[in-house]
C-alpha cells in the first residue's frame, strides 16, 4: 500500500483532496449547475419551475425595469472604487511613509475595523445619515447650518458612502504593499537625474504602484458590484441594486429562474473581471 | 534573511517622507484614519443614550444592556452564531488544510480545475452563493431540517443547511491561509525528517503539523470570524425562525432603530476585538514579524 | 559487484519531463573513502544525491547501498543519512531534540537516545548547547548540529549536500579540515557533492567530475588535476591555457602545429582524435617558464618552447601572472612563484621565450 502510494503521488494528493473536493463538489459545484440549469427553465405558478427550456430570463434581464439597475449597481460599484482610491491611496503613502514601527500598528488600525462585522458598520452610517433623525442632520440643523434637513439617506450616496467605508481597507492594503515594495534608490536615481519631487512621483512611484492600484480596485470593485446588506440597509428600500433585485426574486417574487439568470449573468460579469485581471497580473509579472 | 527588508523600508519610510512627506499628508492620514473609527465610536456612545434617540445625547444609561441580555431572542441567536461557528470552523479547518496540503505539496491532472474550484467560493459574492444554497436545499430534498442540540445549557435547533453553507464558504479561506503558510515552509525539514528514518505519518505528526500550526490556526480563526459575521448566507439558508446572531439584528434594523441595536452592535464589536487580540497574540507567540499583523488574509 | 562497494549506481538517470538532470551515470563509491561529487549548478550532482537518499527515484537504472538494490525504498527505509545545504534543522526542537529526532524514530531507548545524543554533541564540540534551539546558534554551530543529527544515526554512508556553502570563507576552511578528520575518525563513507573544486581537491580521496547529467572522469584529486582526460575538467578544475592547434602527428610523438607553423611535442593526447584534427593544447600556468634568449639551454625532444612578448604583468602576492603574446598570435599565461624580492622583474614589452615539459602539454578535442 504505501509501496503504491510512494510510486503514484497523485493518488495522495486525490486522497487528501477528497474530503473537502467532495464537499465542494455537493455543496458548491452541484448548486451553481443547478442554478445554470434553472436559469433556462420557466417559473412555476406558484413558485417553484417548470422543467420547459427558455431563454426568456436572459431576455428579460435586458428588460430596461432590469438592466437599468444592472447598470446602476456598476456605476454605484465604479463610484465606490473610484472614491475608495481617491481616500485610499494617500492613506496607503501615509502608511507606507511612517516608520516601522508605527507602520505596523497603523495597519493595524486600518484591519481592526474591517474584521469587524460588516453588518454593524452599515448600521452604524444608518444612525448617522438617517433623514429626520440621523446625527448628521440632527447636528447640523441644531447649528443652524442648514434649514431643512439635507437628503443623506435612501439614495446612492448613502449606499456609496457605507461601501466606501466598508472597503476601504482592502484598497490601501495591496497600495501600501506595492509602495512598500518599492525600492527607495529608484527615487534617489529619479532625483540624481534631475525630477522634482512631482516628477518623481508621477514618473517613478505611481507607475510602480500601479499593480496595488489595480488588485486594490478589483478588490473593491467585484464586493461592491455584488452587495446586498448596504443597499438593503442605507437605500432605504428606494435605490436597490442588482443583490437586491436577486434576492426579491426568491424572498417576494418567487421567480427563481429569473433570479437564477440574474445572478448568473453578475457572477459571468465578475468571472470575466476577475480572469482579466489575472492574466494581465500574469502577463505584467512575466514581462518583469 | 530577515535583516535586509526592514533596513530597505526603513530607508524607504525616510525617503517618501522627506520628499513628499509634508504636513497636508499627515493630517490627511488623521482624517483617514478618523473616517475609519468615528463612526464606530459614535455607535458605542449612543449605546448608553438614555434616550430612544440614537441622534441626540440624554445622559448615560446601561438599561439598554440590560434590555439586551433579558431579550430571550437575542441570547438564543447568540448562542447559535456560536454554535455555528464552532462546528462549521472545525469541518471547514480539517477539510481545508487536506486540501491545501494537496494542492501545495503535489502536482497533478485536473489541479487548475481544482484551483478554480477553491478560488470560486471567495470570489463571487455571498447573495449569489446564498441563492445557490437555497436553490440547492431545496431541490435537492436535503431541506432546512434543524439540528437538535443541547449547548450550553440552550435548546437550540441549528439547520444543517446553514452549517454546510457555512463550511462552504470556509473551506477555500481555511485552505487559501494554510497554503501561503506551507508555501513558505522549507521542505528539506520534512526530507530531513524521512531521512532520520521518520516514515510519512511520523514526519507529519513531529515535523510538518508543528511548522504548520500558526497557519492552521489562522485559518481556523478567520473562518470563526467570518462564520460569526455572515448575515446574508445563513439569512438565505436557515429557512424560516433560525437566527443568528446578525440576522436577528439585521431584523431589528428593519423594524427601527434602537439604542439597543447599538447595545448588541458594540457586544459584536467586542467579540471581534477579542478574536483580533487572540490572533496578535498567536501570531507574536509563533514568532512571526510583525509585519505579519496586518494580513487578514 | 566488489565486496567493499558502499554504494554504487549503475546506468542511472532522472528525468524531469523533457530535462534530463542524470545522464546513465554508473559510479562504485568505495567503503570508507571520502568521494566527492564536483560540478557546475545543473550538472546533475545533487540529483544524484538525492536518489541516493531516496528523495528522487530513477527514472532507469539502479542504485545499490551496501550491496543492496534500493528500489522504491523511501528515505526512512535506507542506511544514509544526508547533511542538507541549509542544515533543515527543525526549529520547532532544541537542539538536542534535533539530534535525538532519528534515534526515536527507530526506536532506540530512553538511555541510549540519552547517552548517544551527549556523545555526539561532544564529538562537535557543541556539549553543554543541547537545550538551545537552532536559532540560537551561529552558522558554524548550525552546521556542527546538522552533522551530530546525522552521524549520531551510525550510517553507512553519510551524504553531504553542499553543507558548508553558507560558511564563511575562514570558518569554511577550518570546517573542511575538521570534516576531514571527523571522517578518518569515525570511519564512515562520506559523498559530497560541492561545486568548490578547490573544496574537493581539499578533501576527498576521489573525486567524480560531473557536467550536464553525466559523469566526465573519476579520479584522485592529484591525477584529476594533473592528468584532465576531458577539456571541461581542464577547465573546470584549476586554471589551464588553452592554445587552438592541429595535430600534425600522432606517432611515434604527439606534435601539434600552432599558426605560423610552429611545432610543439605533447604528453597525452585525447581518445579519437585523428592527424589533421583542430585541437586545443592545455598547459598549466604555472608549468610554463619564462627565459631570456642567453638563458635557453640546448632544445631536447621533450621541451616545448616558443618565443613571444611580455604583454601584462599581473602580481597576485605569492605569484605573478604574465600574460605573453606568442609568435604564433596566442596568448598564454604563465605563474611564475615571487621566490626573491631581489629579483630582476619583467617588464611590458619585453622580447621573452617561454619553455614548458611536454608532457605538461595535453591535447584535446576543440569542443
Redesign the interface.
Known amino acids: 500500500m504505501q509501496q503504491f502510494l510512494r510510486r503514484h503521488p497523485a493518488v495522495q494528493a486525490w486522497l487528501l483532496l477528497s474530503p473537502g473536493g467532495l464537499f465542494l463538489s455537493v455543496f458548491f459545484i452541484a448548486p451553481l449547475f443547478i442554478v445554470l440549469i434553472y436559469s433556462f427553465l420557466q417559473r412555476g405558478t406558484y413558485g417553484g419551475v417548470v422543467w420547459q427550456f427558455t431563454f426568456e430570463n436572459f431576455r428579460r434581464v435586458f428588460d430596461p425595469l432590469y438592466f437599468n439597475t444592472f447598470l446602476r449597481s456598476a456605476y454605484i460599484a465604479i463610484l465606490t472604487t473610484f472614491f475608495c482610491l481617491l481616500l485610499g491611496y494617500p492613506l496607503a503613502y501615509f502608511i507606507a511613509s511612517r516608520s516601522p514601527r508605527t507602520r505596523s500598528l497603523m495597519l493595524l488600525a486600518l484591519m481592526i475595523p474591517f474584521w469587524t462585522n460588516f453588518l454593524i458598520r452599515t448600521y452604524a452610517w444608518l444612525t448617522l445619515l438617517r433623514t429626520n433623525t440621523g446625527l448628521i442632520n440632527t447636528a447640523l440643523l441644531s447649528l443652524g447650518v442648514i434649514a431643512a434637513p439635507l437628503p443623506l439617506f435612501g439614495n446612492d450616496f448613502a449606499i456609496i458612502v457605507g461601501l466606501v467605508y466598508g472597503w476601504l481597507p482592502v484598497m490601501v492594503l495591496p497600495i501600501y504593499a506595492a509602495l512598500d515594495r518599492l525600492d527607495p534608490s529608484l527615487i534617489e536615481a529619479a532625483r540624481d537625474l534631475y525630477a522634482s519631487s512631482a516628477q518623481v512621483f508621477r514618473r517613478v512611484i505611481w507607475p510602480l504602484s500601479l499593480p496595488g492600484v489595480v488588485a486594490g480596485s478589483m478588490l473593491v470593485f467585484i464586493p461592491a458590484l455584488g452587495s446586498f446588506v448596504t443597499p438593503a440597509i442605507l437605500g432605504g428600500g428606494k435605490s436597490l441594486m442588482i443583490g437586491n433585485i436577486i434576492s426579491n426574486q426568491f424572498l417576494a417574487a418567487h421567480d427563481w429562474p429569473f433570479g437564477s439568470a440574474l445572478s448568473m449573468l453578475m457572477m459571468t460579469l465578475m468571472l470575466l473581471g476577475t480572469l482579466y485581471y489575472f492574466r494581465s497580473t500574469l502577463k505584467a509579472e512575466a514581462d518583469a | 534573511m530577515s535583516t535586509t527588508p526592514s533596513d530597505r523600508t526603513l530607508g524607504m519610510g525616510a525617503r517618501l517622507r522627506s520628499r513628499l512627506g509634508s504636513l497636508s499628508l499627515s493630517v490627511y492620514g488623521v482624517l483617514g484614519f478618523l473616517f475609519l473609527y468615528l463612526p464606530i465610536v459614535i455607535l458605542v456612545i449612543f449605546s448608553f443614550n438614555d434616550s430612544r434617540s440614537t441622534s441626540q445625547w440624554a445622559g448615560f444609561t446601561t438599561d439598554w444592556y440590560r434590555q439586551m441580555i433579558e431579550d430571550r431572542q437575542i441570547i438564543l441567536s447568540l448562542w447559535n452564531s456560536l454554535f455555528v461557528a464552532i462546528i462549521s470552523t472545525a469541518i471547514a479547518t480539517v477539510l481545508g488544510t487536506l486540501a491545501a496540503m494537496a494542492m501545495e505539496r503535489y502536482s497533478f491532472r485536473g489541479k487548475m480545475a481544482m484551483d478554480a474550484v477553491l478560488y470560486l467560493p471567495i470570489i463571487i459574492p455571498d447573495i449569489a452563493m446564498a441563492i445557490m444554497l437555497l436553490i440547492f436545499f431545496n431541490v435537492s430534498g436535503i431541506g432546512f431540517q434543524p439540528w437538535e442540540v443541547q449547548f450550553f445549557g440552550n435548546r437550540l435547533a441549528v439547520p444543517y443547511s446553514v452549517i454546510i453553507g457555512h463550511v462552504a464558504f470556509n473551506i477555500s479561506f481555511v485552505a487559501v491561509v494554510v497554503r501561503a503558510r506551507l508555501a513558505n515552509m522549507d521542505r528539506t525539514l520534512e526530507e530531513a525528517a524521512q531521512d532520520l528514518y521518520a516514515n510519512t505519518w511520523q514526519t507529519f505528526r513531529r515535523v510538518t503539523l508543528p511548522m504548520l500550526m500558526p497557519g492552521i490556526l489562522g485559518g481556523a480563526l478567520l473562518a470563526f470570524t467570518l462564520s460569526l459575521d455572515d448575515f446574508v448566507i445563513t439569512f438565505f439558508t436557515s429557512g424560516a425562525g433560525f437566527n443568528t446572531l446578525p440576522v436577528r439584528v439585521f431584523g431589528m434594523i428593519r423594524r427601527g432603530v434602537t439604542p439597543k441595536i447599538n447595545a448588541v452592535s458594540t457586544l459584536m464589536l467586542a467579540g471581534s476585538f477579542l478574536l483580533i487580540l487572540i490572533s496578535i497574540i498567536s501570531r507574536m507567540r509563533s514568532g512571526e514579524d510583525e509585519d505579519a499583523i496586518q494580513f487578514g488574509l | 559487484m566488489s565486496e567493499e562497494c558502499a554504494v554504487e549506481l549503475r546506468d542511472v538517470v532522472k528525468a524531469f519531463g523533457p530535462f534530463v538532470a542524470v545522464n546513465h551515470v554508473s559510479l562504485q563509491i568505495r567503503d570508507g573513502e571520502f568521494f566527492s561529487l564536483l560540478g557546475p549548478s545543473g550538472c546533475g550532482k545533487t540529483t544524484s544525491l538525492r536518489m541516493i537518499?531516496?528523495?528522487e527515484?530513477p527514472t532507469s537504472g539502479h542504485i545499490y547501498i551496501g550491496g543492496a538494490q534500493q528500489g522504491?525504498l523511501?528515505?526512512?527505509?535506507r542506511p544514509?543519512?544526508?547533511v542538507?545545504?541549509?542544515y533543515?534543522?527543525?526549529?520547532?526542537m532544541t537542539v538536542a531534540q534535533n539530534v535525538a529526532?532519528?534515534l526515536e524514530?527507530?526506536h532506540a531507548n530512553k538511555g541510549e537516545i540519552g547517552r548517544r545524543v551527549h556523545e555526539a554533541l561532544e564529538m562537535v564540540h557543541l556539549g553543554g548547547l543541547g537545550t538551545r534551539k537552532p536559532k540560537q546558534l551561529s552558522g558554524g554551530q548550525q552546521q556542527r548540529v546538522a552533522l551530530a543529527?546525522?552521524l549520531v544515526?551510525r550510517p553507512k554512508v553519510l551524504l553531504l549536500d553542499e553543507p558548508l556553502g553558507a560558511l564563511d570563507l575562514k570558518l569554511r576552511k577550518a570546517m573542511q579540515i575538521e570534516l576531514k578528520n571527523l571522517q578518518e575518525q569515525v570511519g564512515i563513507t562520506f559523498i559530497y557533492v560541492t561545486h568548490d573544486q578547490e573544496e574537493a581537491l581539499t578533501m576527498s580521496d576521489r573525486i567524480a567530475v560531473m557536467d550536464k547529467g553525466q559523469v566526465l572522469q573519476v579520479a584522485e584529486p592529484e591525477a584529476l588535476y594533473e592528468q584532465p582526460t576531458h577539456r571541461f575538467t581542464a577547465d573546470f578544475i584549476g586554471e589551464t591555457n588553452f592554445i587552438p592547434a592541429r595535430v600534425a602527428a600522432l606517432s611515434p610523438t604527439i606534435l601539434v602545429e600552432l599558426a605560423g607553423g610552429i611545432r610543439l611535442p605533447a604528453g597525452w593526447v585525447e581518445p579519437g582524435i585523428a592527424v589533421g584534427d583542430r585541437v586545443m593544447l592545455s598547459v598549466r600556468p604555472e608549468k610554463i617558464n619564462l627565459y631570456e634568449a642567453h638563458e635557453l639551454e640546448e632544445l631536447t625532444a621533450t621541451t616545448c618552447r616558443v618565443r613571444g612578448v611580455v604583454e601584462r604583468l599581473v602580481y597576485v602576492g605569492t605569484d605573478t601572472h604574465h600574460t605573453v603574446r606568442l609568435e604564433s598570435g596566442d596568448r598564454v599565461v604563465a605563474r611564475l612563484q615571487n621566490l626573491h624580492v631581489d629579483e630582476e622583474p619583467w617588464e611590458m614589452g619585453e622580447a621573452t621565450t617561454v619553455q614548458w615539459e611536454a608532457a605538461h602539454g595535453r591535447v584535446f578535442k576543440e569542443a
Open positions: 537518499a531516496g528523495f527515484m522504491y523511501p528515505p526512512n527505509k544514509v543519512n544526508t542538507f545545504q541549509q533543515a534543522l527543525f526549529p520547532h529526532f532519528g524514530m527507530s543529527r546525522a544515526n
